[in-house]
């Protein structure tokens, strides 16, 4: 290994031990034995002329090794650090706990951190710049976007199938009955959206309700305690509600609008330009991982795996996959390439979540949904698999 030290002894520079110093003269001792002197190869060479010579030659050497060094240097370390990304506990991104454990990710040549948080903390990472990419809704991807951190929907994992939910108190059994109630959600997010969206199906506006501010993770607490009338959450905290007020009841899901809620891995501009490459890898590897999940010989183990990561036991998890339709990379692509308007593609469902964001003050400007979204990285990634 090359050190400072070994390039600034003095011992670096001196001369060969056959040299020799006779008054002002240089003279080089015989190869073989003989006890004269024989007058340098170089000439007859004053001292100094010979020493910064011999100086300047062994300087001139070292300094085109360390130049070499520091170019062959670079893109090493820049290679060396990991693609890092915040996920957490949602179904369709927990699933990557099975190809973290299994290798594929290593045997598919990439070099992949994975960051553990809740969700909020999970973008707040993200656009601090601690992580590459990070796993979030659709309608996320641009709240994040529109604070800053600029992100590109690489790819999809699933959409919501009935794991976002509206859970009412006892006696309360339709949405029709929440006119006049308190409904406990995280105001902005996207049960947030799924609640006005439903309240619009049915003639009724957020100006019919009260929305107390909750965060996801305490809904479940807060139901319970009786403060609200019903709360808005997705899995686990909906089933965590449902059990902890006996009687109540899930009177809508996102079962009842199927594409409201994509899940997707963005990827921030600058890494993607970077190791575009890389995630094109990572992208290639979730059908592989989908696969070890729906196949029946491989569920099990699957599943052991995804509630050993969450904290839950394999039953448990286990509930929450039929609220999950999860997506093949196929389907994937054919959602984010459709051009509709309408929630069967990832810019007609993205382009509600905008219009939701700006009129609930969310951020304040419209944003280029169209710029969130690169449908080549799936497109890639199937065609290298054929």
């Not at 990991?82 to 290593?106: N, R, T």
């Not at 991807?141 to 794991?163: C, E, F, P, R």
């Not at 006005?196 to 199906?201: D, E, I, S």
Request: with cysteine; net charge neutral; hydrophobic share 45%.
């Amino acid at each position: 290994m090359v050190s400072r030290s070994n390039l600034t002894s003095p011992e670096d520079f001196r001369l060969p031990r056959s040299v020799a110093f006779s008054g002002d003269k240089v003279f080089r001792s015989p190869k073989t034995g003989g006890s004269g002197t024989a007058r340098a190869d170089l000439g007859d060479v004053t001292r100094p002329t010979k020493i910064v010579t011999l100086y300047a030659m062994n300087l001139l050497r070292r300094i085109t090794c360390l130049a070499l060094l520091a170019v062959t240097a670079v893109p090493l370390s820049l290679n060396a650090a990991p693609l890092k990304i915040a996920y957490s506990d949602w179904p369709g991104w927990v699933a990557w706990e099975i190809a973290i454990q299994k290798g594929w990710l290593k045997d598919a040549g990439v070099d992949a951190e994975f960051l553990w948080f809740e969700y909020g903390p999970s973008m707040d990472a993200f656009t601090a710049g601690k992580a590459d990419a990070v796993m979030v809704t659709n309608g996320d991807s641009l709240v994040t976007g529109a604070n800053g951190a600029k992100n590109v929907v690489i790819m999809l994992t699933d959409y919501s199938n009935g794991n976002d939910m509206i859970v009412a108190q006892p006696g309360i059994k339709s949405l029709k009955e929440l006119k006049g109630k308190k409904i406990g959600l995280e105001v902005g997010l996207v049960e947030h959206l799924m609640l006005l969206n439903a309240l619009k199906k049915i003639g009724l506006s957020e100006s019919d309700i009260t929305i107390v501010n909750t965060p996801t993770n305490q809904t479940p607490q807060v139901l319970a305690s009786g403060q609200v009338d019903a709360i808005a959450a997705w899995q686990p905290n909906a089933g965590q509600a449902l059990k902890a007020v006996a009687g109540s009841t899930a009177i809508y899901s996102s079962a009842d609008e199927p594409g409201l809620i994509y899940d997707t891995i963005v990827v921030s501009p600058q890494s993607l330009a970077q190791h575009r490459a890389d995630w094109v890898k990572l992208v290639s590897v979730w059908d592989k991982t989908l696969a070890y999940l729906t196949n029946p010989a491989t569920k099990e183990d699957a599943l052991k795996i995804m509630a050993a990561r969450t904290g839950s036991t394999p039953a448990e998890y286990a509930a929450f996959i039929g609220g999950t339709h999860f997506l093949s990379l196929a389907e994937s692509a054919k959602i984010i390439a459709r051009k509709s308007g309408g929630f069967d593609s990832l810019g007609g469902s993205s382009s509600v979540a905008n219009e939701f964001n700006v009129k609930n003050s969310v951020y304040k400007e419209s944003q280029d949904v169209a710029g969130y979204i690169d449908a080549t990285l799936t497109a890639e990634a199937i065609a290298a698999k054929k």
